[in-house]
């Protein structure tokens, strides 16, 4: 059993906002799901399947009713950024299920204008949550380690940053648009350690959706066709304290999985959307991906290897979210869209990847050094 | 001027009452499972590795070394080095450390628990031996 082919992206949209004080955040999700739904050549009334994360006001059933859909199917696994990526592969399951036949999947929230609510406390609460653990330092102790044990340098961090800035001084819709340099990384100032400024994503309001379906009704759609052909998703945390390693993240496990299904290797990869909550995270996972061996992602990343038209591996070509754009504080809508665009051949012209026929969406949730989820999207033009 | 931050009472359950109870006391607790041997931290009523319910208390020296940590430079209550920290006894946990030169941590540092008061059971933190 495989979902390998049987689920199709077919509608793709990102809120052009990064800020909207003026909206409410189910608005933001009822705009997003109708520009998926225009993208795609779709209405509402086709949509039989709904996907939401924590993000969404009041949770699935609220949005349902709110949207006023009428649906078959509900999901509403919540692991943070990674949620959208998971929702595009429980889709994907439902789909070959016969479960549904049009799945919507929504993000949007408004942290740009206020501070978001806090999530509910785990098990943990009452052994962790006095030290303070916020994503700037969760990910700055996993910096801090890969240093440790690597040798990896602030400088070879800085590269993701550069690289993100070449490809958003194309995007009209990028937060940051000004191309930096390793040097204007490292001098920004520090925030937590090792992680400065910008080593940081940016904080937007927004929101973004994805129309996946089956292979007939994808081929019935005027779009260029995007099938799902490996997925994967696996959780990591410390796990009683026993061997903590917080050099790697789940994606060893949700990669493998993706990239076995799929039937392809990291090598046949034309385009990565690696989620870029900072540039640890991005070297991280490409390490985890199998890009480069584990150790090894600081020499990978150097000297613009990822930039579009430069490089071996062109990632986020849209500016990402140490850029563009980081919706609600989760990067896997946007991995996704990003991804979906640049099979389509529709990526800015100065990042459009030649040939891109294979593609891969990764992303994780939750905070790495202390426990999060991982999922991995391969897609394929058709 | 950032202002002290003030530490939050654990809520404490059932399930954790005896660690809060001996931290009352200056005792650093760890669990233990007899079916598998194995420590781990924080504690739980059924083995996170062999899923045994042959779990039993056990006092730490609440001695280890930093793990990794990173010093948090932009928060409201002032600069604060939260970390890893591995136990002599096996497990890793999250802490803060205190008392100390944030600028000098070193991954490997030698490490000791302290205990900092709240308005319930006081808290364990970690501080350079």
């Not at chain 1, 006001?57 to 999901?75: C, E, F, N, Q, T």
């Not at chain 1, 052994?127 to 890969?146: Q, V």
């Not at chain 1, 690289?163 to 390793?182: C, D, F, G, I, R």
């Not at chain 1, 051949?345 to 992303?363: F, T, W």
Request: charged share 20%; hydrophobic share 35%; net charge neutral.
């Amino acid at each position: 059993m495989t979902i390998k082919g049987k689920a199709y992206i077919a509608g793709i949209y990102e809120h052009p906002t990064r800020h909207a004080p003026d909206k409410s955040t189910a608005q933001l999700h009822a705009e997003v799901a109708k520009g998926a739904l225009e993208d795609a050549g779709l209405s509402a009334a086709d949509v039989d399947g709904y996907f939401c994360a924590g993000d969404a006001p009041g949770g699935a059933w609220p949005m349902v009713d709110y949207l006023g859909l009428k649906v078959r199917h509900i999901d509403s696994t919540e692991t943070g950024g990674c949620s959208y990526l998971i929702h595009v592969g429980h889709a994907a399951e439902a789909i070959a299920a016969g479960k549904c036949s049009i799945a919507l999947i929504t993000l949007a929230g408004k942290p740009r204008t206020g501070p978001m609510p806090p999530r509910a406390a785990g098990a943990e609460a009452d052994f962790e949550m006095a030290y303070g653990a916020t994503t700037h330092n969760a990910y700055g102790m996993c910096a801090m380690r890969h240093m440790h044990d690597y040798g990896t340098t602030s400088e070879q961090l800085a590269w993701i940053k550069v690289a993100a800035s070449h490809h958003a001084q194309y995007n009209p819709h990028a937060m940051l648009k000004e191309v930096v340099t390793v040097e204007d990384v490292i001098n920004s100032p520090m925030i937590s350690d090792p992680l400065h400024r910008m080593d940081c994503c940016v904080v937007t309001d927004g929101g973004g959706a994805l129309i996946v379906t089956t292979p007939e009704i994808a081929k019935s759609l005027k779009k260029p066709l995007v099938r799902l052909i490996g997925h994967g998703e696996a959780m990591k945390g410390p796990r009683g304290g026993k061997d903590l390693d917080l050099t790697y993240s789940a994606g060893v496990w949700s990669g493998p999985r993706a990239f076995e299904e799929a039937g392809i290797t990291p090598k046949d990869i034309k385009y990565a959307s690696i989620y870029d909550s900072f540039t640890i995270t991005v070297l991280m996972q490409l390490e985890d991906l199998g890009f480069c061996r584990k150790g090894e992602g600081g020499k990978f990343v150097a000297d613009g290897n990822l930039i579009s038209g430069v490089g071996k591996l062109p990632f986020n070509t849209d500016g990402g979210g140490l850029c563009s754009n980081h919706p609600v504080n989760r990067g896997g809508m946007t991995k996704v869209i990003e991804a979906v665009r640049q099979l389509r051949g529709e990526a800015h012209p100065k990042v459009q990847v030649q040939n891109c026929d294979l593609a891969i969406a990764h992303g994780t949730g939750g905070l790495l050094g202390v426990r999060h989820a991982a999922s991995t999207c391969i897609l394929e033009r058709v | 001027m950032s202002e002290a931050k003030k530490l939050p009472a654990p809520v404490t359950n059932p399930e954790t009452k005896a660690f809060w109870d001996a931290a009352t006391e200056g005792k650093f607790l760890i669990k233990r499972c007899t079916a598998c041997g194995e420590a781990h931290y924080f504690p739980r009523s059924i083995c996170p590795f062999c899923f045994s319910d042959h779990t039993v208390w056990e006092q730490s020296a609440g001695e280890g070394e930093i793990y990794t940590f990173s010093i948090m430079r932009k928060s409201p209550t002032g600069p604060y080095a939260i970390g890893y920290v591995t136990l002599k006894e096996g497990p890793s946990l999250q802490t803060n450390f205190v008392d100390c030169d944030f600028d000098a941590l070193k991954i490997g540092q030698k490490v000791k628990v302290v205990f900092k008061p709240t308005d319930g059971a006081p808290l364990p933190f970690f501080t350079p031996v």
